[in-house]
């Protein structure tokens, strides 16, 4: 399985500004996805992450609030914009391996927005 | 659209069987998971099923697929206090987007 690596685990942000989440993995994937958990709540699929364009954001998601690079195989960023208190939740990248029939999650990014 | 159900809240004692339960609506889901989380953690993949099988054993674990009524369960064998966690079900529609959808989550509340 691989191992993947988020950064950070946890941050406290004031209102209005921006924080952008990375996710690294051990070895090259060809998948990645960024999941949003609300407290009490279900994982939710915000996008997939695709290599050399643009993210494919689920309905709901909008690019400018939450805008994703994916510049290589092994590497992708998650920035959640001008924040509010309703974005307060869990974000998790997950990946899927080439061939693989199985997502692997990263341990989250526990965001808290005063 | 897509929709995946579970109970919310399961307590058991320890040393007892648990059985989660889960139903989803999308027929052409092909690969149907269980994801555990535990306090303050990520998500820990337990185990997976095909839609062609029936059942799958690993260890403790015992998942059985009803696909007519598109019912997945999770049977956890002689249920430890580490065993309490919450637990997702969710089903991928490979063949279109590898999107997974979750359930609710199970909390399983194990009492010594």
């Known amino acids: 399985s691989a191992v993947i690596s988020q950064k950070p685990s946890r941050d406290i942000c004031q209102r209005g500004t921006s924080l952008t989440i990375q996710c690294q993995v051990d070895?090259?994937?060809?998948?990645m996805f960024w999941y949003r958990q609300q407290p009490g709540q279900s994982l939710t699929l915000i996008a997939t992450?695709?290599?050399?364009?643009?993210?494919?954001?689920e309905s709901g998601f909008v690019i400018d609030k939450f805008p994703i690079s994916r510049p290589n195989l092994t590497f992708s960023t998650l920035t959640v914009s001008n924040m509010s208190p309703e974005d307060s939740s869990i974000y998790l990248c997950?990946?899927?391996?080439?061939?693989?029939?199985?997502?692997?999650f990263g341990a989250g990014t526990r965001l808290s927005v005063l | 659209g897509e929709d995946v159900e579970q109970s919310l809240f399961l307590s058991v004692r320890e040393g007892d069987s648990s059985v989660i339960n889960c139903t989803y609506t999308?027929?052409?889901?092909?690969?149907l998971y269980w994801y555990k989380q535990e306090p303050g953690a990520g998500l820990q993949l337990l185990t997976y099923?095909?839609?062609?099988?029936d059942m799958k054993q690993d260890q403790r674990l015992t998942v059985l697929l009803n696909k007519k009524d598109k019912h997945l369960s999770l049977r956890i064998a002689d249920t430890q206090t580490g065993d309490s966690a919450i637990y997702f079900c969710?089903?991928?529609?490979?063949?279109?987007?590898?999107?997974?959808?979750f359930g609710q989550g199970t909390t399983l509340q194990v009492k010594p």
């Open positions: 070895s090259q994937v060809t998948m």
């Open positions: 099923i095909f839609s062609n099988m």
């Open positions: 997950s990946v899927e391996g080439t061939g693989e029939n199985i997502q692997y």
């Open positions: 999308d027929s052409s889901s092909t690969y």
């Open positions: 992450a695709n290599q050399g364009s643009e993210a494919t954001y």
């Open positions: 969710a089903e991928s529609d490979r063949i279109n987007t590898g999107k997974l959808i």
